[in-house]
């Protein structure tokens, strides 16, 4: 455990891990926004998958926060964080890249297809398994009660530079768009590739950057039982019940989100074909620029009040959102614009909470773990569900005709999330809200 008076933080050595943190989470995400919604939807299509197995694989995302799990057995026996750090991020990210590179291969369809989900679930799993451990590390050079503030400077550097990034890529393979299949060229798939190759070094850059944490070799052998970590983590009730509250929370995202990708490019291809991707992107960086603006607010709002106060607001934008999203559709499809709005800022609000709220109902000793546990289950609720949302896609593909109107898939699960969010607004509210927090 790093010293914690308020002397060292205002070392270089803290001052530049901060900074070079900060940075490498923005690296990071520029990668993440190239294996997610349309981006990942289009190379999906490219590789040949259906839209039912499109929703399918997206949701796989969310089955990969089980592998934070594993992080459980090896976190007290890491000696050397940055090293350990490194290799799983890195590789991770050299994966993801390689998924633009499918498409080359002399493969049958279905070999595509499996090698793309087997790709997806390798890259998923080593940059969910370090997850907690890089945030744990990242911020240990952050003073407690500026947390709120640093998630919202490190979010905001990350967002308005992806909107650079989104809109710039989304034009760039636009043009490499097939004007008849909709369907990315090779140029488009190598400047893909080459892109994330660039933005994964860069991300190695800033991790190496970072001050290491080494733990003695005595100390790994004290490693902490797993009963007491079951203990100090679902044994506690404060911690369980943010555990349901994640599962609500994550139950009303990926009700929807395997769904969403395909149905902005399907909305837009009316409006433009050839940029279809490129007007997405254009409409996602509206949102971006929306939570841009909304992150230092909740930051301050959250350091002051709580990190379970800034999840309320967040989850009643959220239930907001969907409900204009239900009523969305090729004949309406400016709504999208709101809906789109409403849920990159209620991601302001969640993103950084759900992750500190940890900090305030367990020991920071146990934080990856507890971290781990509560992605884990969620991510499992979040799968099922997206698996059960996948078949209602496939059943309603093209729309049905309901009371006399064409009716889509995504406008019922937009209901779904918008009852599951009301019902996590409600449930935090009179329960979370009024936990006895740890005192830092």
């Known amino acids: 455990m790093t010293t914690t008076t308020p002397e060292i933080y205002e070392s270089k050595d803290y001052k530049r891990s901060r900074k070079a943190y900060c940075i490498e989470c923005a690296f990071e995400y520029f990668v993440s926004l190239m294996v997610t919604d349309s981006f990942l939807a289009m190379l999906l299509r490219n590789i040949g998958l259906s839209e039912n197995m499109i929703v399918i694989v997206s949701s796989l995302i969310s089955l990969a926060f089980l592998f934070q799990f594993f992080a459980i057995f090896v976190v007290q026996r890491i000696t050397n964080t940055k090293r350990f750090a490194i290799i799983f991020h890195f590789t991770s990210q050299l994966v993801f890249m390689s998924l633009y590179l499918i498409p080359f291969l002399g493969f049958a369809k279905e070999a595509k297809a499996v090698l793309a989900v087997g790709g997806i679930l390798l890259a998923y799993f080593g940059n969910y398994f370090v997850n907690s451990v890089i945030y744990r590390w990242g911020n ?34 636009g043009i490499f768009t097939d004007k008849d299949t909709q369907t990315l060229r090779g140029g488009g798939l190598i400047f893909a590739a080459i892109a994330i190759l660039v933005f994964a070094i860069s991300d190695l850059t800033c991790l190496l950057l970072i001050k290491n944490q080494i733990k003695p070799k005595e100390e790994k052998k004290k490693a902490v039982p797993m009963r007491e970590v079951w203990k100090n983590t679902m044994g506690n009730r404060n911690f369980s019940n943010v555990v349901i509250l994640y599962i609500i929370y994550t139950l009303g995202i990926y009700s929807t989100l395997g769904a969403i990708g395909a149905y902005k490019l399907d909305l837009f291809k009316g409006i433009d074909p050839l940029r279809a991707l490129f007007w997405v992107q254009v409409i996602n960086n509206v949102g971006v620029f929306s939570r841009f603006a909304a992150s230092r607010p909740f930051g301050k709002y ?69 971290s781990a546990i509560k992605n884990s289950i969620a991510g499992i609720c979040g799968f099922g569900v997206s698996l059960l949302a996948s078949m209602l896609v496939k059943a309603m593909e093209g729309g049905k005709m309901i009371f006399g109107m064409t009716v889509y898939a995504p406008q019922i699960l937009s209901a779904i999330s918008c009852i599951l969010f009301i019902g996590g607004f409600v449930f935090n509210k009179l329960v979370i809200e009024k936990q006895a927090r740890i005192e830092e």
């Open 140 to 173: 240990s050079y952050v003073q407690h009660d500026r947390r709120g503030r640093y998630c919202a400077t490190k979010e905001m550097i990350s967002l308005i530079s992806g909107m650079v990034v989104t809109i710039g890529i989304g034009y760039i393979m």
């Open 302 to 370: 959250s350091d002051k009040n709580s990190y379970a106060k800034g999840i309320s607001l967040a989850m009643l934008l959220a239930a907001v959102g969907y409900a204009i999203n239900i009523f969305t559709a090729p004949s309406t499809w400016y709504l999208i614009i709101i809906f789109t709005v409403l849920y990159y800022i209620h991601h302001a609000g969640a993103s950084a909470n759900f992750t500190n709220i940890t900090f305030s109902y367990v020991d920071e000793k146990y934080f990856v773990e507890a």
